[in-house]
């Protein structure tokens, strides 16, 4: 046994010079450079969207030359409002759940990471809700269009956030992670702080400005 | 020489000048969207791989 623990010093002591060497981990490197290109994808998205609605002759469009009722959107934008917070909140939460796991607090970590996915899935559950009573479809003039099509691929990567929280949830409880391993639980966190800042941007766009 | 991530963020401010600029001449906001997010694209990808590289000071 003592053989084995002398054996394995200088080892111990390269990953030690390696680790403290080592800028930043792999697993938040790879967000970060995923959510550099999310930036671009969303970025056409948007682009698409101000594209149109500036140079549109009027915004809603006309349908048979009159004001069709459900582009109002304005003045149905409570749940919007509403679904806003309860994003704003769970990022909250999410980075509430960061500061628990770097201190080591696996409880309070595991309280904020279930009550972010929850604020998820509610948000999911509020924009299903949103397009049942919308109005108006994708095919529905570009309003119809661009409206779908940011809100539904904004839609899919808060689906994707909660998967993500799911796992991290998961192996959390599974006691997979400490005040020194969590790289999951950063990378997860960036990535939902990433989402809300995208529907902020889209909550002001199609319901502000 | 020794590259400070927060310098190398700066990469992006180009783009975001040159958004301003192109804003100023075509009023395309498009253009201007697809432009600001290049720069916030490139500043948090130079950040990044910055960040990540060994540090130079150990050298």
Known sequence: MALSTSAL??????????HARRGISNPILGMILFIASEVMFFAGLFAAYFNVRFTAAHWPPLVNEAPFEPFQIRNEMVLAAILTAVLVLSSVTM???????RRGDRTAFLRNTGVTLVLGLAFLTGQVYDYLH????ITDTA?????????GFH????????????????????????????DAVEA?????????????????????? | MILKARYAALAGVVFLVLAVVYGL???DVGGVTMLGALGIAIS?????????????DEQ
Do not use: C, E, K, N
């Open chain 1, 134 to 137: 919308l109005g108006f479809g």
């Open chain 2, 44 to 56: 948090l990808a130079a950040l990044v791989l910055a960040a990540g590289s060994p540090r130079g």
């Open chain 2, 25 to 27: 001449l075509s009023h």
């Open chain 1, 9 to 18: 010093a200088p080892h111990a002591a390269t990953d030690a010079h390696a």
């Open chain 1, 155 to 182: 839609g899919a990567h808060v689906l994707g956030g909660t998967i993500m929280l799911s796992v991290v949830l998961y192996r959390g409880l599974a006691g997979q992670f400490s005040a020194r391993h969590h």
């Open chain 1, 188 to 209: 997860t966190s960036l990535y939902w702080h990433f989402v809300d800042v995208v529907w902020i941007v889209l909550f002001s766009s199609l319901y502000l400005l």
């Open chain 1, 95 to 101: 980075q509430m759940a960061v500061w628990a796991i």
């Open chain 1, 143 to 151: 309003f119809g269009s661009t409206f779908y099509t940011l809100t």
